[in-house]
């Protein structure tokens, strides 16, 4: 059903706000009505033509109610056009070249594009199992600081790559950590993965203690030369952090771990994540705007 979209193929299709509205009316009740409040499966005609009105309890539900898009203050089409940049491009958009290219303001393409990140959660099929590595790097603080995992001015983030026969990297997965205390790292690392999975780490002394609960390999990682692979995805991502976002504040690195994370495993599936991710925005209640801009629940 979801073809990958062009430019051309998406301005044909999404020319006005009402083409955007008759995509998600579509997306909300593809298989007919059914009222959101009381289960009906009936409705009349609603005050405009994307409401429905329930002909048993009489709520009048816009197709934008109970959605992501809900308060969204832009025409629709320019929301579409913003998912459409941020998906159809490899690495994503700072949101100044977001609000330039779409006529909006940059703190309003921020906000649409925290909501888009909010979707960008893992599901089960992100989970890894098999061979994989997992190691710990710091990120940002660009002043001088201790080296080793010192936590001044820097933030910790814990990584996961997968191992495919052939050396390369299958899915990854990230978390910013408080710590590197052995509870933490196994929070995390079984949020990550599968429970068959065998986990390649370093020598470093935390790892020790899951040993005897986690399948966990310890190697001496002799100045980065073993887990060569995953050395190079830890650049990678810094290299994109800072390429696309410039600077990145404590309080959003989740977020942009869970785009970066989200871009990545879904790395040969471009061109269809423009869909999934609409899907993704109609099926979840938007968060308040006071979450947006803070710290949410760290893997929320
Ligand atoms: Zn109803």
């Known amino acids: 059903m979801f073809k990958g979209l062009s430019i051309l193929e ?10 955007c509205f008759s995509y998600l009316v579509k997306q909300k009740w593809p298989e007919g009505f059914k009222c959101s409040r009381c289960g009906f499966e009936q409705h009349v005609k609603g005050r405009t033509w994307h409401h429905r009105r329930c002909k048993n309890c009489k709520y009048d539900e816009n197709v934008l109610a109970n959605t992501v898009f809900h308060g969204t203050k832009m025409p629709l089409l320019k929301a579409f056009h913003m998912l459409y940049r941020l998906t159809a491009k490899k690495k994503g958009m700072s949101t100044i070249e977001l609000g330039y290219e779409v006529g909006v303001q940059q703190k309003t393409a921020w906000l649409f594009k925290r909501k888009v990140q ?12 098999g061979n994989a590595e997992a190691d710990e790097f710091l990120q940002g603080g660009y002043k001088s600081g201790k080296g080793g995992r010192s936590l001044e001015n820097k933030e910790a983030v814990l990584i996961v790559c997968e191992k495919l026969g052939d050396d390369r990297t299958g899915k990854i997965g ?14 995390h690392l ?53 390429g696309i976002h410039h600077k990145c504040s404590k309080e959003h690195l989740h977020a942009y771990l869970k785009e970066y994370t989200y871009r990545f495993n879904n790395r040969n599936k471009r061109n269809y ?3 999934e991710l609409i899907g993704r925005m109609m099926n979840n209640i938007p968060h308040p705007y006071q979450y947006l801009i803070s710290k949410c629940g760290c893997n929320a």
């Not at 909010?118 to 199992?129: C, F, R």
């Not at 950590?177 to 509870?183: H, Q, T």
Request: aromatic share 8%; hydrophobic share 35%.
């Open 174 to 187: 990230l978390r910013h950590i408080d710590n590197f205390e052995a509870a933490t790292l196994q929070c």
């Open 10 to 19: 998406f301005n044909k299709q999404f020319k006005n706000n009402d083409d």
């Open 273 to 275: 994540i423009f869909h």
């Open 190 to 242: 079984l949020e990550m993965t599968k429970p068959d999975v065998c986990l390649t780490t370093d020598s470093f002394k935390s790892y020790e203690p899951l040993q005897s609960e986690m399948n966990i390999e310890m190697v001496k990682s002799e100045k980065g030369s073993a887990m060569k692979e995953l050395h190079k995805q830890i650049m990678l991502f810094k290299n994109w952090l800072r």
């Open 118 to 129: 909010q979707m960008m959660k893992e599901d089960q099929k992100d989970k890894i199992g």
